[in-house]
Each structure stands twice: as structure tokens, then as C-alpha cells.
């Protein structure tokens, strides 16, 4: 089942499938363990540092039992206090063997922990850059932001204070249990008849317990998704008067979660007190039968105070179970989270063994479609079978309708996408084997929506070629006309552009982007609307430029502006993903046709 609010699918996590869940589990399994491989070193060494602390802790109530009935009496007889002496010497240095080895645990857990963190949030975020356009418009940006944030918070809270409990736990279980075993057999064994109740009340906690927790991380990123889009989106919310109906999508996602944290609270609120009422009950049947025992004479009261200490060591950390399984959970959902993202492969995998273009010869590189087919997905067929050729060096003009396809031969040249059949060719190469760097250093593409990065407008520029230098940044706004626009700001080169560009006109991001582009210098731009932004004056500017920086390279240009058509070799008019008109300019305005109905209707 799957709920639409505000273009965010609440799909409905609440039961996975059996054979879904166990292959979560593997795959988060699979992920931890990739993690922590590299510091197994350290694990090892902070595991052998928690023995250590667990055996001079559960040393105490032993050597209590030992000062209670072999240091007492003759410090009683005869005064000799020898005995209990040693017995508080052996207790202060176990305790100061237990602290010491918790603080160096502790250091230790800490930079492995962070180094995890560190490693999970760099792998995450790399897999995501590369991933393709496809991938990010299906999956929301407050998807991503949820999984590395939240879920990676998740994964911290359990490193960071709940897996030493659990490994705590683990050695108490087993030392106690010996201990108790060989202070008294009886009262060991009476004390082990809880454990088959701890067991079943842990199985149950488990298996209820999973699908809850993985209710609540879905819910967390809806949330987080909700508040992403409509905060990027504010001016058009405020503008089209949409904050009623976000408030009230908010509630109902916010009630969800809500549900969800009461869902696990429930859970807890008979875990906890389970394990804390098994506890009470054994310590008391044990404290009855051996206070018996003791009466009877058999049993020394210093055994049997060893033996109560021991129980309440073992039960007061079970209540702690509780708070681990919550962080076991949490985490573990939110590792399956993590990796199913790591598992998504791109749509356009970068090549095993790629071909190296050919040395360029000449005006930028020849361009090739040859029987390509494409759909995006869930929709109709834009581009049922379409072959085209554009030599090096020529300008071309892709003009038609709304939907005719321009933008999508964009974005299989710039190979944001590829074809569901056929071949897009660069130089006569396959775009599919071109390595990516070099096909990212060849082909540039400028949109009407160019994204301007925190920072400067310098910095912006200097992002087409990381590491020019500031001569050359200038020149390259020189080269499109947008040095006198950029001297004009504030602070000029240095002015910071703002989130996404917000300080900037449409028209002045738009030449940012030019001057991006010309820094770049590839041997193929592609311009999709690049011009739609610019006023009269700066497209005419602009215009002149382009016919300085398309003159050595091949060049595809989107517009419904005619004006930006006329420095275009070639006019290619499509409609429903097929090509209807091809030619000059002059030539097919002489024969009529679609392009002289366009030209005819631009001029009324």
C-alpha cells in the first residue's frame, strides 16, 4: 500500500516478508562487517580490554566473601587482621585494573566508532555522486539527507554506549553463571532456571521489535522529506497559499511517526519491566533457599552474600537490555537503509574497460546517434527510433514543441542517461565505453536551472576547471561578456553568490554559468534553453560571444527563443521524438514548413 502527500510515497513498512527481512539482515550484516574489517585489530584488542575489566569487576563480591568468612573470624579470635587486609588490598587494586582498562576501552571503542562513522558517511556520499540523474529524481533529496544524518546518528548511538553492554552481558552470563556453579551448585542451579524466561522474553522482544523499528526510521525520513521540500520550495508554498494543506500533511506524517515511537514504547514498556520483574523474583528465591540453606548449616553467609551480589550483578545489566535492543534496532534498521542505497547501481555505469577517444583533430568532435530508443521510466516512448549525425565542429539548433524530445537528446549526449536501444557516439565511440572523466572533460552541458554552489562568484566559475587560476577565471567572464556584470556587484569576483545562488538575478547566474562553461572549454557544449534567463541586451552579448567560443567546437543548441538560432549551422525541428525538418536556417525559411511557421509566429 502506498500513500501519495506531497509527491512523497509513504510506502508501508510495517511487516516485511521473512525472506525480505532475512535479506536485509544479511545486507546490513554485510555492510557492518565491511566497516569494522578494517579496525579488527582494535576490536580485538578493546574486546581482550573488556574481559579484563569484567573479571576484575566481578571479583568483588568473591573477595567480600572471602573477607566475610575467612578475614572476620580471626580478626574476631585474635586479632589478626592480616587476612581481611589482603582481602582489601585484592579489592582496591581489581577495581583499579577495572578502571583503567574501562578508560582505555573506552578511548579505544571511541576511534573506532568514529572511524566507522567516517568511513559510512564518505562511502555513502561518494556512491551517491555517482549515482545517475535517473536515481535522484525518483529517490528525494530528503531521502538522501535521512540517511546521512539520522540513520547514521542511529548507527552512532549503538557504537558509541550499547555494544559494550551487550558484550558485558554476554561474559556475565557466562562467568556468573561458572561462579555461581562453584560457590554453590544448588543455588547456581535454582539461579539458571530464570534464564529459559529471559530467553523467550528476549525472542519476543526481537521479533516484534524489528518491523517497529523499521516503521519508525521510514517515518523519520518522511518527515525529513516533507520539511525538505516544502522549505526549498517556501516562496512558491507562500505564494500559492499551500501552508494550510503542508501543516495539515505535516500533522498526519507527524502522527505517524508518533504511532510508530508508541509502537516500540509499548514494546519496552513489557521488555523492561519483564526482565527487572524475573530479576526481583530470582534474587528473592534465591536469597529464601539460601538464607535456608545458611540456617541449616550449610551454606557460610559470606558464600551466600557472594552469591546474592553475583545475582544482582547479573540481573541490574539485563535491565539494560533494553536500552541496548532499542539502539540494536534502531541501528539495524537503519544500516538496512544505508545499504540499500549503497546496493543501487547506476543506470549509467561507468565502463570495465573503457576506449580512449581519439586524438581531437580539428573543431571539436563528431556526435552520433544511430536507432536510438528512449523512455523514461513509467512513461510513453519519447524517442521511438531517431538517427542523427552532427560532424565536428557544427552548430545545431534542436527547435520544436513542448515534449518534442530536444531535452532528452541533451541528456543522452551529456549521458545523464542511456538509450534503451541504439548507441549515442562520441568520435564514433560508444558514450557507454568512454571513460567518465574524459567524457565529462568533453561534453559540458548549460541548463535554463544551473546550479550556483555556496560560496563565491570566483568560485563558482572556477568550478568547470578546479585549480585555474584567477587570471583565468576573469578571462573566461571577459570571454562571455560577464565581466562588467560581475565587476558591478558588491565585492565583484568575491561577492558570494548565496544559497543556490539567491543574491543573483536569473540573468546573472545564467552568465556564471557561461563563464563555468567557457572555463571548461570542452569540445562539445550543449546548451538546453541556456538563454531563456538573460534580458535582450545580455542574450545579444552573449550571442556574440558564442559565435568567438562555438567556432572551434560541436555544439547543440535548445531554444524557443528563433534570435538564439540564428548563429546555428544547422536547424534540426523535432516533434513526438522524430526529426520533420533539417537544414539551413535560410534554407528552410525559403521552403516553408514548420520552421517558417515558428519564425512566422516568433515575429508576431
Sequence with gaps: ??????????????????????????????????LLRPYRNRIVLASALLIVQNVSGLAGPYLVSVGIDAGIPPLVDDRNA??????????????????????????????????VLFDLRRRAFAHL???????????????????????????????????????????????????????????????????????LLIAWFRRRSGPAYRRTRETVALVIVHLVETLGGVRAVQAFRREPRNDEIFDGLASDLAAADRRVMRLMAVFAPGIFGVG????????????????????????????????????????????????????????????????????????????????????????????????????????????????????????????????TVARLLARFYDPTAGSVRLDGVDLREVDDDALRASVVTVTQENFLFGGTVADNISFGRPGASRSEVIDAAAH??????????????????????????AGQRQLVAFARA???????????????SLDIPSERAVQRALETLLADRTAVIIAHRLSTVE????????????????GHPADLLSVGGRYAELQELASR
Excluded at 562588467?484 to 548565496?498: K, Q
Excluded at 567557457?518 to 531563456?532: K, N
Excluded at 548563429?567 to 533539417?582: P, S, Y
Aim: proline content about 5%.
Design 280 to 407: 526481583t523474583a530470582t534474587t528473592a528465591v534465591v536469597l529464601a533457599a539460601g538464607g535456608w540453606l545458611a540456617v541449616q548449616g550449610d551454606l557460610q553467609v559470606g558464600v551466600l552474600a557472594a552469591i546474592l551480589l553475583y545475582v544482582r550483578r547479573f540481573f541490574d545489566p539485563m535491565q539494560q537490555l533494553s536500552v541496548f535492543y532499542n539502539s540494536l534496532q534502531a541501528a539495524t534498521a537503519a544500516l538496512e537503509k544505508i545499504s540499500g542505497v549503497l546496493e543501487e547501481q547506476s543506470d549509467v555505469a561507468p565502463p570495465t574497460t573503457p576506449t580512449p577517444l581519439p586524438a581531437r583533430a580539428g573543431r571539436g568532435r563528431s556526435l552520433e546517434l544511430r536507432g536510438v530508443r528512449f523512455g523514461y521510466a513509467d512513461e510513453r516512448t519519447v524517442l521511438p527510433s531517431l538517427d542523427l549525425t552532427i560532424p565536428a565542429g557544427q552548430t545545431v539548433a534542436l527547435l520544436g514543441a513542448t515534449g518534442a524530445g530536444k531535452t
Design 82 to 115: 592480616s587476612v581481611l587486609i589482603a582481602v582489601v588490598v585484592a579489592l582496591v587494586a581489581s577495581t583499579a585494573i577495572e578502571y583503567a582498562s574501562r578508560r582505555v576501552y573506552l578511548a579505544i571503542s571511541a576511534r573506532v566508532t568514529n572511524g
Design 129 to 199: 555522486q555517482r549515482l545517475s540523474p535517473a536515481f535522484h529524481e525518483r529517490y528525494t533529496s530528503g531521502r538522501v539527507i535521512s540517511r546521512l544524518t539520522s540513520d547514521v546518528d542511529a548507527l552512532s548511538d549503538m557504537l558509541d554506549g550499547s555494544l559494550d553492554d551487550l558484550i558485558m552481558q554476554t561474559l556475565n552470563l557466562v562467568v556468573i553463571g561458572g561462579l555461581l556453579l562453584v560457590l554453590d551448585w544448588r543455588l547456581g542451579l535454582l539461579t539458571m532456571l530464570s534464564f529459559p524466561l529471559l530467553g
Design 1 to 34: 500500500m502506498t500513500t501519495e502527500w506531497h509527491g512523497v510515497a509513504a510506502e508501508d513498512v510495517d511487516e516485511v516478508p521473512d525472506e525480505a527481512g532475512v535479506r536485509l539482515r544479511r545486507r546490513s550484516r554485510a555492510l557492518l562487517g565491511s
Design 480 to 505: 562571455i561578456g560577464a565581466e562588467p556584470m560581475i565587476r558591478a556587484l558588491p565585492l565583484g569576483f568575491d561577492t558570494p553568490v548565496g544559497q543556490r545562488g539567491s543574491r543573483l538575478s
Design 567 to 582: 548563429i546555428a549551422d544547422r536547424v534540426l525541428v523535432m516533434e513526438n521524438g522524430v526529426i520533420v525538418e533539417d
Design 518 to 532: 567557457v572555463l571548461a572549454d570542452p569540445d562539445v557544449l550543449i546548451l538546453d534553453e541556456a538563454t531563456s
